[in-house]
């Protein structure tokens, strides 16, 4: 009997979890037009597989008056404090702003990013994953996060920076600030809001 019951609840249980498994990742940087011209009614999450030249090609492509280059963690306490506010002010003015969302987890720990992108962010845009053949899998997360930092910001301060910090560049791609570990959540967002905003009317 117990045999049994184990049985049909793997047949009911192996469907569910089976669609949550993420698909095979694509690399960003072979995937540059379906990034950008992502469809915004689409609400399958989508991560890539990315390095400093994807992530510098796309800022450069992108025609938005600001670009921010955000960094989380799913399983960061200030990520969970901070990060529904700030995807709140990007969608809000998703007119205005490129949104470049990377972890610096491990392969195998891309099923929770998923979840957590899809039922407590609610954010489908692309996301990216730092390619574990560049920046190593066995390190640390913050060392890859530091590592690809210091290729595409010569300005910042990586000492300074960890999860949920953000660099913002301009129209024309010139760096203008970025957040540290030191700043609070309403920092954070204080700092968003005083870029001026151009008018898309």
């Given at each position: ?5 184990l ?6 249980c ?23 011209s ?93 390619d ?58 204080k700092?968003?809001k ?8």
């Amino acid at each position: 009997m117990n045999y049994k019951m184990l049985l049909i609840l793997n047949l009911l249980c192996f469907p569910a979890f089976s669609q949550t498994q993420p698909y095979k990742l694509k690399d960003a940087l072979t995937n540059i037009p379906e990034i950008l011209s992502y469809n915004p009614q689409d609400s399958t999450v989508k991560i890539y597989f990315s390095d400093f030249h994807s992530i510098d090609s796309l800022v450069k492509l992108s025609k938005k008056q600001y670009k921010v280059v955000l960094f989380y963690a799913f399983w960061c306490d200030s990520c969970r404090n901070e990060m529904p506010g700030l995807i709140s002010f990007f969608k809000e003015h998703q007119n205005n702003f490129e949104l470049f969302l990377i972890t610096g987890d491990k392969y195998d720990r891309l099923i929770y990013n998923y979840r957590y992108l899809k039922n407590h962010l609610f954010y489908y845009k692309p996301a990216f994953i730092l390619d574990k053949n560049i920046y190593g899998e066995k390190s640390r997360g913050l060392s890859r996060i530091t590592n690809f930092i210091s290729q595409l910001c010569s300005e910042c301060n990586t000492r300074k920076m960890a999860y949920c910090s953000y660099i913002v560049f301009d129209s024309s791609n010139k760096f203008l600030f970025h957040t540290t570990w030191e700043f609070t959540r309403e920092e954070n967002l204080k700092a968003l809001k005083k870029l001026p905003l151009a008018s898309l009317l």
